[in-house]
């Protein structure tokens, strides 16, 4: 009798854990959400309790609560073995380890994005990024892309300042961006690859008379990577056409020839042109980049869907 009340007290104690971690990770996950779309009332520098709140999910999602929770209970009471205590406090200590990891990589972040202060160690920077958790770096990615959002509608509203805004907030992002697709964890995220081809792109032509041409090539290879992880998940469908707009930008103002086939050339025009269609209906900017384009490769676009 004993050993089933033991058994029914570990079992509840087991689906109490569960569902307590669950409804953790989806608060936690649902505030982090609200945090870049706006719904959260705060500064955009990480704070302690953001990275608070990513430790705990990181605890949630590890088996330390149901391991605590499953100590068995018999006739001299709780009785836990030595292993188990090591490894829960092992996995405490290596959670606090990330923990802190997590916030150093934040704070690097906080640091860069500072007018004033810029790291000016970008291999310190990548190295912080590397050795974050997958969680922190989808925070930082959704921090960083959303600062992208906003300085281009700032270029938008300051067409006189394009280049000084490129310079003094767009540059500093570039390392950023770069670490977040060289780390394991973003290196196979098509997201990542395309956000840093946006802004390589549009620091490459802050001055559209003068390109940076290897700027321009670096750009245009982190879209053909996107586009190529995102094929890789995506078959039998269009491709994705921002993606395919910027690498068309790109391609159109080098002369170096992509290596892609004459119909693979074509899919992306079409993709692009179908965005310019449902967005901005006629675009002489993208009708110039066609044009370019079909001069370049002796080829013509294929029909809008």
């Not at 977040?180 to 964890?185: I, Q, R």
């Not at 559209?208 to 996107?226: C, F, Q, V």
């Not at 391609?251 to 170096?256: C, F, I």
Request: some cysteine; glycine content about 2%; aromatic content about 8%.
């Amino acid at each position: 009798m004993l050993s089933q009340n033991n058994t029914k007290i570990t079992e509840d104690s087991k689906d109490t854990s569960k569902l307590f971690s669950q409804l953790i990770s989806i608060l936690v996950s649902l505030y982090l959400i609200c945090i870049p779309l706006g719904r959260v009332k705060k500064e955009s520098k990480f704070e302690l309790v953001d990275v608070g709140l990513i430790m705990i999910m990181l605890i949630v999602n590890s088996n330390i609560i149901e391991r605590v929770t499953a100590i068995k209970l018999g006739k001299d009471g709780f009785e836990a073995t030595l292993k188990e205590i090591q490894d829960t406090k092992k996995e405490v200590k290596d959670i606090k380890n990330q923990n802190d990891s997590d916030f150093k990589a934040m704070k690097s972040i906080d640091f860069q994005l500072s007018k004033a202060n810029p790291l000016t160690n970008s291999e310190q920077l990548k190295e912080n990024i590397f050795k974050a958790s997958p969680i922190a770096l989808e925070y930082i990615y959704q921090k960083i892309k959303d600062v992208r959002h906003d300085i281009d509608r700032e270029i938008r509203e300051n067409k006189s300042q394009r280049t000084r805004i490129i310079e003094d907030r767009l540059e500093p992002i570039i390392p950023i961006f770069e670490a977040l697709t060289k780390s394991e964890y973003g290196k196979g995220k098509h997201r990542y690859h395309a956000q840093l081809g946006y802004v390589l792109k549009d620091t490459a032509l802050k001055d559209e008379n003068h390109p940076e041409l290897d700027e321009l090539k670096a750009a245009r290879d982190s879209l053909n990577e996107a586009i190529r992880i995102w094929q890789e998940n995506n078959t039998n469908t269009l491709l994705p056409p921002l993606y395919c707009l910027n690498w068309a930008i790109c391609d159109a103002n080098l002369s170096e020839v992509s290596n892609l086939s004459s119909q693979q050339i074509q899919l992306r025009i079409q993709s692009a042109n179908t965005y310019i269609h449902k967005f901005h209906r006629s675009d002489k900017n993208f009708d110039e980049t066609k044009f370019k384009i079909e001069k370049k490769y002796g080829i013509y676009p294929l029909p809008v869907l």
